[in-house]
């Protein structure tokens, strides 16, 4: 269970109850006994998280406190152009590092020309990864 002490109307701490606490030894075991720990200043702790969409971010949160608990609820906004930007380049990027790190030495001799070893299976295959790294870069574009 998660707890949150608070003083002076702020929340000074969130989390599990700590073993030792100001002049208090063992504290963690009075886990349960909230009439205890109110007395203290520590309340239940709730977290509720929101789910995102594609193009939403985490900001911040809301915290409430009342006499018997403490909530805090997550808050989120809508991207930017420049923060959706950045994440779809940063994941075009991803994918060209991958696609180009399938292209061992294997991949690139097997799409040599036939004089060199090479297949027209390996050629192919080779093609149609280059076609992708091309579409990625353009996203970049």
């Known amino acids: 269970m998660l707890y ?3 003083e002076d109307g702020t929340v ?11 002049n208090i030894s063992g504290l963690n075991l009075s886990e349960g006994d ?17 789910e995102f969409d594609e193009n939403e971010t985490p900001d911040g949160e809301d915290t409430v406190i009342t006499e018997t608990e403490v909530t805090s609820t ?17 994941a075009a990027l991803s994918e060209i590092l991958r696609l180009e790190e399938l ?7 097997e799409a040599l020309s036939d004089d060199c070893g090479g297949t027209a299976e390996g050629r192919s295959w ?16």
């Open 4 to 6: 949150a002490h608070v």
């Open 126 to 141: 080779f093609k149609d990864n280059r076609d992708k790294i091309a579409v990625e870069r353009a996203k970049l574009a």
């Open 34 to 50: 909230d009439d205890y720990l109110k007395t203290l200043g520590w309340l239940p702790y709730v977290e509720v998280s929101v």
């Open 12 to 22: 000074t701490y969130r989390g599990s109850l700590p073993k030792t606490w100001r």
């Open 74 to 90: 997550q808050k989120k906004r809508a991207m930017t152009a420049q923060e959706i930007s950045d994440r779809d380049s940063g």
């Open 103 to 109: 292209e061992t030495p294997r991949r690139l001799a």
